[in-house]
């Protein structure tokens, strides 16, 4: 009879267990989640959308501007292409490498759910593409950067988020530092990107060349994510 009166006792406890279990991770831990086409707010920009960059030691300049611009507001899915001034090459962006996401878009945050990717080519000269960001961007995430297969050891590392990031004047939110062991469009040599959300590339340290790339002035637009 006791054995009988502890099963009927657990049958409530195993029936609310089975129903958490058919209950999706991210509607019971939604703090952990986050939607997958956020991943937009640092590199989906309009066509027309400008960045101006100043070298620190040379006071070269270099003006970015958005030339061609898709998204699929229902996914994370975009890809941009960007033209520089600077050595008039165009710069592609996009996203790659997604795992499945549902209907709702969310993810763990804990889980690398996708990444972008940049290409650098102009007429007659495709030198190449790499990873250059992480998405969800948590600090201390490494990654291998298969834009240098060839290469052994090279990975893409998230060195920091920061809340707030200033440079000059400017106090930039959502600022990722990604640092890039072996990074092929930028002549095969180590580089750290500074990326604010809703603004994009902010500052860029080429290590082997000596530059620091700043961003000096901006006019972005999003209104198509």
């Given at each position: 009879m006791k054995?009988?009166?502890l099963l009927l006792m657990a049958l409530p406890l195993l029936w609310a267990?089975?129903?958490?279990?058919?209950?999706?991770?991210?509607?019971?831990?939604?703090?952990?989640?986050?939607?997958?086409?956020?991943?937009?707010?640092?590199?989906?920009?309009?066509?027309?959308?400008?960045?101006?960059?100043?070298?620190?030691?040379?006071?070269?300049r270099d003006t970015l501007i958005v030339t061609s611009s898709w998204s699929d507001t229902g996914s994370y899915q975009f890809s941009?292409?960007?033209?520089?001034?600077?050595?008039?090459?165009?710069?592609?962006?996009?996203?790659?490498?997604?795992?499945?996401?549902?209907?709702?878009?969310?993810?763990?945050?804990s889980i690398r759910s996708t990444s972008v990717k940049k290409a650098k080519t102009k007429s007659g000269d495709y030198v190449g593409e790499s990873y250059c960001f992480l998405f969800y961007p948590m600090e201390g995430?490494?990654?291998?950067?298969?834009?240098?297969?060839?290469?052994?050891?090279?990975?893409i590392h998230i060195d920091s988020t920061f809340y707030t990031y200033e440079i000059a004047e400017f106090q930039f939110k959502e600022v990722i530092k990604i640092r890039e062991d072996h990074t092929l469009i930028e002549e095969s040599q180590p580089t750290i990107h500074y990326y604010a959300g809703n603004v994009g590339l902010i500052r860029k340290e080429l290590i082997d060349s000596n530059q620091v790339w700043n961003l000096i002035s901006y006019s972005v637009s999003q209104l198509n994510k």
């Open positions: 054995k009988w009166t267990c089975r129903k958490d279990d058919q209950i999706p991770f991210c509607e019971q831990y939604p703090d952990e989640c986050v939607d997958i086409r956020m991943v937009k707010d640092w590199f989906y920009f309009d066509v027309g959308s400008r960045w101006v960059y100043e070298e620190e030691n040379t006071g070269q941009t292409i960007l033209n520089s001034s600077y050595d008039g090459y165009n710069y592609p962006q996009w996203t790659s490498s997604a795992i499945p996401v549902g209907d709702d878009n969310l993810v763990k945050k995430y490494s990654q291998p950067n298969n834009g240098g297969a060839s290469i052994v050891g090279s990975y």
